[in-house]
């Protein structure tokens, strides 16, 4: 292989790592919220371009680096104010005059401190055998099962 073939392979190998002007518009008109083919009218292309464009592996790591990008400002944006929303999450949690709002914000800051529950838990006997400890499905086919018997 010659010298010049070798740079052929090496301009090929970048022109894949980079986005061209118009793979690079696409990538922003999709990561601000336009649908495909509004991306696709501004651009001048086909929708099915855009679909194609967006198989290629450079464009779709280029999208996930810049949704990456966004994320990350985002949360780096409200790590700045944490303690004036864990306070007013706080407040509505101690709040008495709206009972779901304060029920809803103790169970975020529960969530929050133990993780989202996966299944709730029946926490009472309710006479049929049932004891505490068994979820919403259990406590339905339990339900079903008396039914029947009757």
């Known amino acids: 292989m010659s010298e010049k073939d070798v740079d052929i392979v090496n301009t090929g190998y970048r022109r894949l790592e980079e986005l061209n002007q118009e793979e690079s518009k696409l990538v922003s008109l999709l990561i601000s919220g336009f ?50 929303y864990v306070n007013n999450i706080k407040a509505l949690a ?16 529960i969530n929050r401190i133990y993780g989202n ?14 004891e505490t400890g068994e979820t919403e499905i259990e406590a339905a086919i339990a339900k079903i099962r008396i039914r029947t018997k009757k």
């Open 94 to 109: 101690k709040d008495n005059s709206d009972k779901r709002v304060m029920l809803a914000a103790n169970q975020y800051l």
């Open 35 to 84: 649908n495909v083919t509004d991306a696709a009218n501004l651009i001048g292309i086909s929708r099915q371009t855009v679909y194609n464009w967006m198989n290629r592996e450079h464009v779709r790591k280029e999208m996930d680096r810049r949704k990456q990008e966004l994320a990350s400002q985002g949360n780096s944006m409200i790590l700045k104010d944490i303690e004036s």
């Open 117 to 130: 529950p996966t299944s709730t838990v029946i926490q009472e006997e309710n006479g049929n055998g049932m």
